[in-house]
C-alpha cells in the first residue's frame, strides 16, 4: 500500500514530468527526492540550480545503480523520478520491485527515440511497508 | 483467489496464516500487484492462460524460517517454488514452473557469511547479489575477485544453481563448477549441510567438496529437492595484470587445428581465461551476430577481398605480468607454423583498474557486475533491444571446428526456414571449461507471435537432439522437451530423477516440474 504521503510526492510530479524531459528539468518537481535524467533524450544540462539531486547517466544504468540507488532504496522513503530510456526504466522497475518499490506513473514521450529505445517519464515510490517513510 | 493444484481451498488458507505467523504478515504476498512481481518478464507464455503464475509469495528471512515455510506447505501439500533473487529472465525469472505454486522469496536472506581471505572462498546466503558481493570485496580491501554473470543483478545462489556462467578464470567461470559446500531445507523441513558441512566442527566446509560418500551437491542444480539457504563458492585471488589476444587464421581449413590446438592449451592450463572462438569475416555485418559458414572456397574468397580473418580464437590470460607474457609467446609459437596466421594483443592492463580502464573494459572479465548489457540495443548492434524480451537457445555442442561449423549451418538454416529471428548468434561459448555452447538469442513478444516461437524452439530443440546437441539450460516452457531429449535408455535419466523426486519429496512439494522433473502426483499432467 502507498502511504498518503508518497501519494502525495508523486502525483504532484507526474505531469510535470509527463511534459517533457527539458518542462520537466525546468520546472524542477517538488515531491521528489531525486531525479534521473537519461542523457540519451536530454543531452545538456539545464541552467540553474535544482531543487533536488539530478543524476545524470547515457543508457548503463550501473553506475546510478550502484553509486546510489542500492543503498537508498535500502532504507525508508525515497522517491524518484526520471526520464530515461525504456531499457533503462526496465532494468530500475525490476531492481525496485525487489526492493519493496512500484512505478507508480509512467508515461512514454512524445519526442524522438534515441536508436529504437523510446524515452519514458516515471516516478518510482515506496510501495512495501519496510520501505515507506 | 488462485489456487494451486491439488490444494483445497482451505488447506490454502490455512498454509497461509501459518506462513503469515512463521514470517510476519507484511512478508506473505497475495495480491495480485504483488504478485506481478513474480512473473517471468521474458515468458514465452506471456499475458496467455498457460502464463505460469504464482499464487502466493512468501519471504522467510532466515533458515528457520524457510523450514517452518517448508513444514508447512508439505503438512498441506502445497507446492513451493524457491527463487534467489528470480533475475534470470527468460529462464523463468522469478515465476514457478508449476502454475499456482508458492514462491518463496529468498531475497531477505541476503548475509554474506564469510569471505575467507586465507582460503580464497566465501560463504553465502541465497539473495546475496554480485553487487553485494562486489561491494563488499572493495569496501573491506579484499584481494579476491568473483566471477559474476552478464547482467550482473542475480545472485550467486541462484545464478550457480541455475549453471550459469561468467567470464574469468577457468574453475571459478562456471559458477557451479566453484561451489564448495551447501546448505539446503529438504522437503521434510530438515537441514542438510554437503561436504565437509556435514562433520560437525569441521573447518573445510570450503575446502573439500566431497565429504564422504557420494557428492550430493549436484542433487541441487537444476533440481527440485532443496531450498538452498547456504552456499559456499572458491574465490580467485587478484591478478597483478591481464592480456587478451587473438590468434588469427586466414583459410576455412585452419579451424580445425585451431581449435584443436587451443583446446590442448587450456587443458594444460597455459591460459586460464575464458577463450573466444569467432569468425572475423562472417561477423562483419553485426559483431554479435554470426552469419552462416559457406562452403570453403567462398569463405576463402571472402577473406581474400576484405582481408578479414577466417577464424579467431582469443586466449586470455591472468596472473603475474611475466607470468602471462610468456604463456602469450608460447601460445604464438604453438600456431606459428600456420600460413598467414596473425597474432594481436587486444588488450593488456595491471589491477587495480583505473577509472579511465574502467570506461573501455567488460567489466564481467574483472569480477565487476554490470547492468550495461541492457542498453546493447541502443548501440547500432541491429534491431536488438534486450529489455524488449529473449531467450537463449543454448545447446552442447562439441567442442571442434566440425561442431562449430555444423552447429552454425543447422542452426542458421533451420531458423531461417522457421522464420527465428536470431539476434545474437555466437559459434561457441566457453563458460564451461571443456565443452562448446552455441548461444543463439531470439526475441520473445508480448503478443500472439509467442504461439509461433512456442512451435519453432521446440522443433529446434528436436533437430538438435537428432544431433545429438543437448540444452544445458532452458526455459520453463521447453523443459520437459528439453529433458525428452535426453533420452538414453529409455529416458533412464529422468526416471532416475523421478525416484530420487519421489524418495526425497513424497509430497511432491518443491519445486514442482523445473527442468522435467515431476513428482509422482503431477506426473501425469505434466502439462499442468
Given at each position: 500500500m ?7 510526492k508523486?502525483?504532484?510530479?507526474a505531469p510535470?514530468?509527463?511534459?517533457g524531459?527539458h518542462?520537466?528539468?525546468?520546472r ?15 543531452p ?10 539530478v543524476?545524470r547517466?547515457a543508457?548503463d544504468v550501473?553506475?546510478v545503480?550502484?553509486d ?9 522513503g ?6 530515461t ?9 525490476n531492481l525496485?520491485?525487489?526492493h519493496?518499490?512500484?512505478?507508480v506513473s509512467?508515461?512514454?514521450l512524445?519526442?524522438?527515440?534515441f536508436?529504437?529505445?523510446a ?5 518510482i515510490a515506496?510501495?512495501?511497508?519496510s520501505?515507506?517513510a | 483467489?488462485?489456487?494451486p493444484?491439488?490444494v483445497t ?5 490455512d498454509?497461509l ?5 512463521a514470517?510476519?504478515?507484511e ?9 506481478n512481481?513474480y512473473?517471468?518478464f ?6 496467455e492462460?498457460?502464463?505460469?503464475m504464482a ?6 528471512a ?10 508447512i506447505a ?6 513451493i517454488?524457491?527463487i534467489s533473487?528470480?533475475r534470470?529472465?527468460?529462464y ?10 508458492v ?7 541476503n ?5 575467507n581471505?586465507?582460503?580464497?572462498s566465501?560463504?553465502v546466503?541465497p539473495?546475496?547479489s ?7 570485496l ?9 566471477s559474476?554473470p552478464?547482467?550482473?543483478w542475480?545472485?550467486?545462489?541462484g545464478?550457480?544453481?541455475?549453471s ?24 521434510d523441513?530438515?537441514l ?9 566442527g569441521?573447518?573445510?566446509?570450503q575446502q573439500?567438496?566431497m ?13 527440485t ?19 587478451s ?9 585452419d ?6 590446438i587451443a583446446?590442448e592449451?587450456?587443458?594444460a ?5 575464458m ?7 562472417l561477423?562483419?555485418?553485426?559483431p554479435?551476430?554470426m552469419a552462416?559458414?559457406?562452403?570453403p ?12 580473418a ?18 602469450w609467446e ?15 594483443e ?23 557486475p ?16 534486450p ?6 537457445f543454448?545447446?552442447?555442442?562439441p ?15 533451420e531458423c ?7 539476434f545474437m548468434?555466437a559459434?561457441?561459448v ?5 565443452s562448446?555452447?552455441l ?9 500472439e ?5 512456442r512451435?519453432a ?5 528436436g ?11 532452458c ?8 529433458m ?9 535419466l529422468?526416471?532416475?530423477?523421478e525416484?530420487i523426486?519421489?524418495a526425497?519429496?513424497?509430497n511432491?512439494?518443491l519445486?514442482?516440474?523445473r527442468?522435467?522433473?515431476w513428482p509422482e ?6 502439462d499442468?
Amino acid at each position: 500500500m502507498i502511504s498518503r504521503r508518497s501519494l502525495l510526492k508523486w502525483t504532484a510530479v507526474a505531469p510535470a514530468l509527463a511534459a517533457g524531459s527539458h518542462a520537466a528539468f525546468a520546472r524542477m518537481p517538488h515531491g521528489l527526492d531525486a531525479l534521473l535524467l537519461d542523457e540519451r533524450f536530454s543531452p545538456e544540462p539545464q541552467p540553474g540550480q535544482p531543487l533536488i539531486p539530478v543524476m545524470r547517466f547515457a543508457g548503463d544504468v550501473t553506475r546510478v545503480w550502484y553509486d546510489h540507488l542500492d543503498r537508498r532504496w535500502r532504507e525508508p522513503g525515497y522517491v524518484l523520478g526520471g526520464i530515461t530510456g525504456s531499457d533503462a526504466l526496465f532494468v530500475l522497475e525490476n531492481l525496485a520491485e525487489q526492493h519493496g518499490r512500484r512505478v507508480v506513473s509512467r508515461t512514454v514521450l512524445d519526442e524522438p527515440h534515441f536508436q529504437g529505445v523510446a524515452p519514458i517519464s516515471w516516478v518510482i515510490a515506496p510501495h512495501h511497508p519496510s520501505v515507506l517513510a | 483467489m488462485a489456487l494451486p493444484p491439488g490444494v483445497t481451498e482451505t488447506d490454502f488458507v490455512d498454509g497461509l496464516a501459518a506462513m503469515r505467523s512463521a514470517v510476519g504478515s507484511e512478508w506473505v504476498f497475495d495480491q495480485p500487484a504483488d504478485l506481478n512481481t513474480y512473473r517471468d518478464f521474458y515468458s514465452v507464455l506471456w499475458g496467455e492462460p498457460e502464463e505460469k503464475m504464482a499464487s502466493a509469495a512468501v519471504a522467510p528471512a532466515n533458515v528457520e524460517e524457510v523450514q517452518q515455510v517448508v513444514r508447512i506447505a508439505n503438512e498441506r501439500r502445497i507446492p513451493i517454488y524457491p527463487i534467489s533473487t528470480g533475475r534470470n529472465l527468460g529462464y523463468g525469472g522469478s515465476a514457478p514452473v508449476l502454475n499456482g505454486s508458492v514462491v518463496v522469496d529468498l531475497k531477505r536472506m541476503n548475509r554474506i557469511i564469510e569471505v575467507n581471505e586465507a582460503n580464497c572462498s566465501c560463504l553465502v546466503e541465497p539473495g546475496v547479489s554480485f553487487f553485494d558481493m562486489y561491494r563488499h570485496l572493495e569496501e573491506s580491501g579484499s584481494k579476491l575477485m568473483m566471477s559474476v554473470p552478464d547482467p550482473g543483478w542475480g545472485s550467486l545462489v541462484g545464478n550457480a544453481l541455475d549453471s550459469g556462467g561468467g567470464y574469468t578464470a577457468a574453475g571459478y567461470r562456471g559458477h557451479f563448477e566453484a561451489v564448495c559446500g551447501i546448505e539446503a531445507v529438504m522437503a521434510d523441513g530438515e537441514l542438510l549441510r554437503t561436504g565437509m558441512g556435514a562433520l560437525p566442527g569441521s573447518e573445510t566446509w570450503q575446502q573439500y567438496r566431497m565429504g564422504i560418500g557420494p557428492c550430493l551437491d549436484g542433487l541441487f542444480r537444476q533440481s527440485t529437492l532443496g531450498v538452498v539457504t547456504k552456499m559456499g563458492f572458491w574465490m580467485f585471488p587478484k591478478p597483478e595484470a591481464y592480456l587478451s589476444a587473438s590468434v588469427e587464421v586466414m583459410r576455412f581449413e585452419d579451424l580445425e587445428e585451431l581449435v584443436e590446438i587451443a583446446n590442448e592449451l587450456e587443458y594444460a592450463n597455459l591460459f586460464n581465461g575464458m577463450p573466444g572462438f569467432s569468425s572475423p569475416v562472417l561477423t562483419r555485418a553485426n559483431p554479435i551476430v554470426m552469419a552462416m559458414v559457406p562452403e570453403p572456397e567462398e569463405m576463402n574468397r571472402l577473406v581474400g577481398e576484405t582481408g578479414l580473418a577466417a577464424w579467431s580464437f582469443s586466449p586470455n590470460f591472468y596472473g603475474p605480468e611475466k607470468v602471462i607474457r610468456a604463456q602469450w609467446e608460447y601460445v604464438q609459437s604453438r600456431f606459428a607454423h600456420i600460413p598467414g596466421v596473425r597474432f594481436n594483443e587486444t588488450g593488456s592492463l595491471r589491477l587495480p583498474i583505473s577509472a579511465d580502464e574502467m570506461e573501455r573494459i567488460h567489466k564481467p572479465r574483472f569480477g565487476i557486475p554490470s547492468l550495461e548489457i541492457f542498453n546493447v540495443g541502443s548501440r547500432g548492434y541491429g534491431d536488438f533491444n534486450p529489455s524488449d524480451g529473449h531467450i537463449w537457445f543454448s545447446a552442447v555442442i562439441p567442442r571442434s571446428g566440425k561442431g562449430i561449423v555444423e552447429a552454425n549451418r543447422v542452426m542458421r538454416r533451420e531458423c531461417e526456414r522457421l522464420g527465428l529471428n536470431l539476434f545474437m548468434f555466437a559459434p561457441a561459448v566457453t563458460c564451461w571449461t571443456r565443452s562448446f555452447v552455441l548461444f543463439a538469442a531470439v526475441p520473445v513478444y508480448k503478443d500472439e507471435r509467442n504461439a509461433h516461437l512456442r512451435e519453432a524452439v521446440s522443433e529446434i530443440i528436436g533437430i538438435c537432439a537428432e544431433h545429438g546437441w543437448g540444452e544445458y539450460r532452458c526455459p520453463p516452457a521447453f523443459m520437459d522437451s528439453v529433458m525428452d531429449a535426453y533420452s538414453f535408455g529409455d529416458h533412464k535419466l529422468r526416471r532416475v530423477n523421478e525416484q530420487i523426486k519421489d524418495a526425497l519429496d513424497p509430497n511432491g512439494i518443491l519445486s514442482v516440474g523445473r527442468y522435467g522433473v515431476w513428482p509422482e502426483r503431477f506426473r501425469a499432467g505434466r502439462d499442468a
